[in-house]
């Protein structure tokens, strides 16, 4: 297969098509996290209309070649929401269907966290968060020592914009005009303990990146024009980097998860994966 | 008395010459490139030097996503602030993945001196050496620095190289040739054996000198590599000579102290003292005053030799 023609590389399936993706990939993350009995199956909602735009329209890899040089890197800080990108990851080819309920298990690829080790696609071995960010301007200032044009994708939670390293790099992103770099944050407006606001406030989350030299665009992170558009957008801006807030519902697509935190890092028994594979028929 | 060089600037040095030959040689700092001596590769290469200014985790995590895509990144600071100031994100996005960063730091242990404890080092070997994947390496002089940073640098994996702040004696001459985990004999003897790292070495010469006036045939070992350490020269010191003294600067606890005796319990017990930091911190001053005050120096090596053949049987 030639790994050099870029445009043969991105899959960029249309909107309607990205919305049965997605479907899909609910599917996945209830199924795999019901089978593990654990997980975070919230913020793996919340995430996936995103990761579906990036890996089925946007991503310019291959599945056959995960180190390819010249890839673009979707980097998963926000690691708890592995499931998503797992289901994603398999959806593409990098590894079997059938590998997706081996989550969670003794000697399985697919470890609780997105472990770069072990799992064929993923960029960055990722769990204990705020790393991510700094991780992605590393990976695209390598792109630009070595005159590369992929372009690098962040995805931070935020709950994750609490840890003080999210603006460590954010101010370094900005100082070193990273500009092949779009993070996106998935504000899905709760944590662990609770809503952001009451846990720890974040806003005005937009004017604080603003602040700190970054093109901030909004969007609703469930609505794939939207995202499309604002990943065009991104591109075009020269000189800084670009972040897409993308607001968005923890739990996303099964009524009875949706902004319930409890779902954040608890798996849906056997009953709710039923009610829940109803809802996403 | 013996040349004397500052292993940082011998550091500042080696990296230009390695950025001259090797164009994916990148280098990182956190405000103290002055200081660690990068500011020769930042005057060189400033397209591949990154002030990522007072933001030491940040500065790690880039080095790990700049590895990660090819380069071989070179990230330096304190010894104090990194493993201690982003333990975290050497563990995660360095050590796990086991990616290729190297991190070079300077100002290790109580020779800092005036600075005081905030400012000294002297766990961070503790915290390195903890973490599976790190090779980690204390160099004893000028010339083993700069072959041990041109090893890092053309080694794939994890460093971590640590470095005193002053200026220390040359012990090896030129045509001396560092391996990762080979300890080297620099003095044979049969009734102990020091093992010593960094600036503690040339102490520990200075100390067999003296002993070897009173009658005690003290062989010296400097151990550069903490990690993987040489389990056969602490074999045979422990078979060959039956006793063992340690000495670094740094706690008692989870350096070479710790190392060594974990080895030597496990295939060779024998009896041991331990040059070292106790359960405490230390304190501004000189560095003279502060290796005196805290037991670090060849008269608090002569002293644990004594009490060690004590014990020997």
Redesign the interface.
């Given at each position: 297969m030639p790994v050099s023609s870029d445009s043969s590389m991105r899959k960029a399936l249309p909107v309607e098509e990205l919305e049965k993706v997605a479907k899909k990939l609910r599917r996945h993350i209830i199924i795999m996290t019901g089978k593990a009995g654990s997980g975070h199956p919230g913020g793996s909602l919340s995430a996936t209309d995103i990761v579906t735009t990036i890996y089925f329209n946007l991503l310019r890899h291959n599945p056959a070649d995960p180190d390819w040089?010249d890839r673009d890197r979707f980097i998963l800080s926000k690691g708890h929401a592995a499931p998503v990108l797992y289901a994603a990851l398999a959806e593409s080819g990098y590894f079997p269907l059938e590998e997706l309920p081996t989550l969670r298990k003794l000697g399985s690829s697919l470890q609780g966290h997105a472990?770069?080790?072990v799992t064929p696609g993923v960029?960055?071995?990722?769990?204990?968060l705020?790393?991510g960010l700094?991780?992605?301007?590393?990976?695209?200032?390598?792109?630009r020592?070595?005159s590369k044009d992929y372009r690098v994708y962040v995805l931070l939670g935020d709950g994750e914009c609490d840890e003080?390293?999210v603006w460590?790099?954010a101010?370094?992103a900005a100082?070193?005009k990273v500009d092949n770099l779009t993070a996106i944050v998935d504000n899905n407006g709760l944590q662990i303990d609770g809503w952001n606001k009451d846990v720890m406030s974040l806003e005005p989350l937009n004017e604080k990146w603003k602040s700190f030299g970054w093109h901030v665009i909004e969007v609703d992170g469930h609505n794939i024009n939207q995202l499309l558009d604002a990943f065009k957008e991104a591109e075009f801006v020269k000189g800084q980097p670009t972040v897409i807030i993308a607001h968005t519902v923890k739990g996303k697509g099964v009524s009875f998860m949706e902004n319930n935190v409890d779902f954040h890092g608890k798996a849906p028994d056997a009953e709710q994966v039923e009610l829940a594979l109803k809802e996403l028929e | 008395m013996a040349e004397e060089v500052a292993m940082r600037e011998v550091y500042g040095k080696t990296l230009v010459e390695l950025g001259r030959e090797n164009p994916d040689i990148?280098v990182l700092d956190a405000d103290l490139s002055a200081s660690t001596m990068t500011k020769y590769f930042a005057k060189e290469f400033p397209?591949?030097f990154?002030d990522?200014?007072i933001?030491e985790?940040?500065m790690v995590?880039?080095?790990?996503?700049?590895?990660?895509?090819?380069?071989i990144?070179f990230a330096s600071t304190f010894a104090v602030f990194v493993p201690g100031r982003c333990f975290?994100?050497v563990?995660?996005?360095i050590a796990?993945?086991e990616l290729n960063v190297k991190l070079v730091v300077t100002h290790g242990g109580l020779s800092v001196g005036e600075d005081g404890a905030t400012h000294q080092a002297i766990e961070d070997l503790s915290l390195i050496t903890s973490l599976p994947g790190f090779t980690v390496i204390v160099p004893g002089d000028g010339i083993e620095t700069a072959q041990a940073v041109r090893t890092a640098a053309s080694v794939q994996g994890p460093f971590y190289i640590r470095l005193p702040r002053l200026k220390t004696p040359i012990i090896y001459t030129d045509d001396y040739k560092f391996e990762i985990g080979k300890a080297v004999e620099l003095r044979p003897g049969k009734d102990v054996t020091v093992i010593a790292i960094g600036i503690m070495v040339a102490a520990a010469l200075e100390a067999a000198e003296n002993l070897y006036k009173e009658g005690i045939d003290c062989r010296v070992v400097n151990m550069p590599t903490i990690k993987p350490i040489d389990e056969a020269a602490i074999a045979r010191a422990a078979e060959e000579t039956g006793a063992i003294v340690t000495a670094e600067e740094h706690l008692e606890h989870g350096g070479l102290a710790s190392a060594v005796a974990q080895v030597a319990a496990k295939n060779h017990p024998a009896p041991m003292e331990f040059v070292a930091v106790k359960d405490t911190y230390a304190e501004s001053g000189t560095p003279a005053e502060l290796l005196k005050k805290y037991g670090l120096t060849a008269d608090d090596i002569e002293q644990a030799v004594k009490k060690v053949l004590k014990r020997k049987k």
């Open positions: 040089p472990d770069s080790n960029e960055m071995t990722a769990g204990s705020g790393q700094s991780f992605s301007v590393g990976v695209a200032i390598a792109g020592l070595n003080g390293q460590e790099a101010m370094a100082h070193f | 990148v397209e591949r990154f990522c200014g933001a985790q940040n995590t880039i080095a790990a996503g700049l590895a990660s895509a090819g380069k990144p975290d994100q563990r995660v996005s796990h993945s």
